[in-house]
């Protein structure tokens, strides 16, 4: 194998390398802005989640405190 044949493989293998690692860091950030996104998420969901048990338990109350319409 010729020197130049070897340059132009060190070239190409470089060239991967650095296509490689630029690949993996868009995966990088991309995983983590999904993971902020999920943390958020949850966050909200917890939060709804909260407020629709407090409005179900107001709505139980409300209900149970009222006589039935036929009284």
Not at 11 to 16: E, F, G, L, M
Request: charged content about 25%; aromatic content about 2%; overall charge negative.
């Amino acid at each position: 194998m010729s020197l130049e044949q070897l340059s132009e493989q060190l070239v190409q293998a470089q060239s991967q390398l650095a296509f490689q690692e630029d690949m993996i860091q868009s995966l990088n950030d991309m995983v983590a802005r999904q993971d902020r996104d999920i943390q958020l998420l949850t966050k909200k969901i917890n939060l709804l989640s909260g407020q629709l048990m407090d409005v179900s338990s107001s709505l139980e109350e409300l209900q149970s405190d009222k006589p039935p319409p036929h009284y």
